[in-house]
């Protein structure tokens, strides 16, 4: 199962796609989190936009964390641990996407620079990059 990073779904709502992400999402393997909903809504260029958006997210899978206290720890951690290693994450929602991914054992499918750098200090965390 597949994670899906705000950077692939907006290319697949905007019908730029490839085939790695049109099969993953036409097979419904794959889900997303609240935080990457709410990347993905945030950037429609209209009201119009935002609802079509919404209405066709609103019916794939969400992942969860298993224990938000704990979680939001875990996410601070993969932050700070980085950091420590040279690499910072420009954004606290990667990490917190990130540790999504790792409790949820699923892949992160994405096109982002920061979550290659996480995967390699955390290779838990599998990714793969569209």
């Known amino acids: 199962m597949y994670l899906i990073d705000s950077s692939i779904w907006i290319d697949f709502l905007n019908d730029k796609t490839n085939q790695k992400t049109d099969t993953c999402i036409a ?4 889900g997303l989190t609240h935080l990457i909903c709410t990347e993905v809504l945030q950037g ?8 079509i958006y919404q209405t066709y997210l609103s019916v794939q899978p969400f992942y969860d964390f298993k224990d938000d206290k704990k979680s939001y720890q875990q996410a601070a951690q993969i932050y700070f ?3 420590k290693q040279g690499v910072t994450i420009r954004s ?5 996407i ?3 991914a790792i409790e949820n054992n699923l892949i992160l499918l994405h096109n982002d620079k ?3 750098q996480i995967a390699k200090i955390y290779p838990s965390l599998e990714v793969q990059q569209a």
């Open 81 to 83: 641990n980085c950091r």
């Open 114 to 116: 920061d979550f290659n």
């Open 98 to 100: 990130a540790q999504c």
């Open 27 to 30: 097979l419904n393997q794959s």
């Open 44 to 51: 429609a260029v209209s009201q119009k936009i935002f609802d």
């Open 92 to 96: 606290t929602i990667e990490c917190l």
